[in-house]
């Protein structure tokens, strides 16, 4: 904590002061040090690099050892001769994240270890689309405290958690999220009996972060879009998730495609939803499913069917139903994207969630769309290409938000350990 925030209460000597928000910078230095080298680091590499004694060195390892943010593995050998020195490298049995997200079949939970590992993930296989969201919210508060019990034999201690949701979000209020029919929703009361402090986010913004860990190297500026219940795109720009004036950027799902097409559950008319969800697409098989409508059929409830896997069965036979509707799925996400390729000016468009699955039929529309109208397409050809993370980048990255708070600042949880 620094003296800024400290101006309201009583203000210990400036000596004080200083020496205490000098003791956290150093720790926050050598960490970010531990956590940025690609093999473990031995102490005297790290006084070398930073400028601190060894004493310092020693005393600031101690001490991230003891809270279990660091581990010593392995010797590194710097060249030269003499005794192998023993390496730090971040912990895999402390702080973790867990992530919690709403797909159009099923509910998932994951969690997070420092390093960025997955330890555990779990799917629960059935739609939640037009359900209450006081079941859906309760059925996901089940499968997180199972993966929080899961992992404490793990030697891990989940944190935080974040839930991803397919909409504007407001603090812990879901303003609103069409495809699941929710308006204000206020998802982190709902989830308090986590016994873990829960943050709720749009699931297109989470999934772009899990996809910026994913490439290890940061892919710089690129525009993620998730399809699903919704359509969602999170926007990185040089490394950083653009979150817009109110946080509720990226829904790409409520830009009109069409002026006078089909209602939207938003309200509007013809929305990339109404083309492009797998809603959308599925209503277009005849004989695909018993589904109820929603607005503007972009939603509705799927009753015991798995909406990607129907798709992608009839597409595969080459069904001229399933062809034609994710052409004009792919065509009409195309549109779209041009149209934010041309206000951003990103290199690299993913595609997420059940675009992911079903990018290999709405691949080459996309691209045609983006081809003929992004302005510089012609010379700086746009890169379209599926996830690294899938179907599981949103959760995985609510998980990463939840720890990446730590990684930022350790001191917050070395300050809960004492």
């Known amino acids: 904590m620094t003296a800024a925030f400290r101006q309201n209460g009583p203000r210990p000597p400036d000596s004080a002061v200083r020496q205490e928000d000098l003791r956290d910078l150093n720790l926050e230095v050598v960490f970010q040090r531990i956590l940025g080298a690609d093999s473990p680091i031995s102490r005297t590499e790290l006084a070398t690099a930073t400028g601190l004694t060894r004493p310092t060195i020693t005393r600031i390892a101690e001490e991230l050892l003891a809270g279990r943010l660091i581990t010593e593995k392995g010797v590194t050998h710097n060249g030269r001769a003499g005794r192998p020195r023993v390496g730090l490298t971040l912990s895999d049995r402390g702080p973790a994240g867990l992530g919690l997200d709403i797909r159009a079949d099923g509910l998932a939970a994951c969690v997070v270890d420092l390093t960025g590992t997955v330890r555990h993930l779990t799917f629960a296989p059935m739609p939640y689309t037009g359900r209450d969201a ?150 277009a098989l005849p004989g695909a499913t018993n589904r109820t409508d929603a607005p503007g ?59 992911a699955l079903l990018s290999s039929w709405l691949i080459d529309s996309v691209r045609a769309e983006i081809d003929r109208r992004v302005v510089t397409a012609s010379w700086s050809p746009v890169t379209v290409r599926p996830t690294l993370l899938g179907p599981d980048a949103a959760v995985i990255g609510a998980a990463l938000t939840s720890i990446d708070q730590i990684r930022r600042r350790p001191t917050t949880w070395l300050a809960r350990q004492s």
């Open 297 to 355: 059929g972009a939603g509705g409830i799927f009753e015991g069917i798995n909406p990607d896997s129907v798709i992608t069965t009839r597409a595969e036979a080459a069904d001229p139903a399933a062809l034609a509707a994710l052409d004009r799925a792919g065509s009409a996400l195309g549109i779209a994207l041009s149209g934010a390729v041309n206000v951003l000016d990103v290199g690299t468009v993913l595609l997420g969630g059940s675009f």
């Open 134 to 283: 006081g079941a859906v919210l309760g059925e996901l508060t089940r499968m997180g405290r199972e993966a929080i019990e899961a992992v404490m034999a793990k030697e891990l201690t989940v944190v935080t958690a974040t839930l991803a949701v397919p909409g504007p979000v407001d603090g812990g209020m879901v303003r609103i999220a069409p495809a699941l029919g929710w308006r204000d929703v206020d998802a982190g009361t709902f989830l308090a009996d986590l016994g873990v402090p829960c943050a709720v986010d749009n699931e297109a913004n989470l999934a772009a972060l899990g996809e910026l860990y994913a490439g290890g190297d940061p892919l710089g500026s690129f525009l993620y879009v998730s399809g699903g219940l919704g359509i969602g795109a999170g926007i990185v720009l040089d490394g950083t998730l653009m979150r817009g004036a109110r946080g509720w950027s990226g829904e790409l799902g409520h830009v009109t495609v069409e002026s006078e097409g089909a209602a939207c559950a938003c309200g509007s008319r013809g929305c990339l939803e109404t083309y492009a969800s797998t809603g959308a697409i599925l209503g």
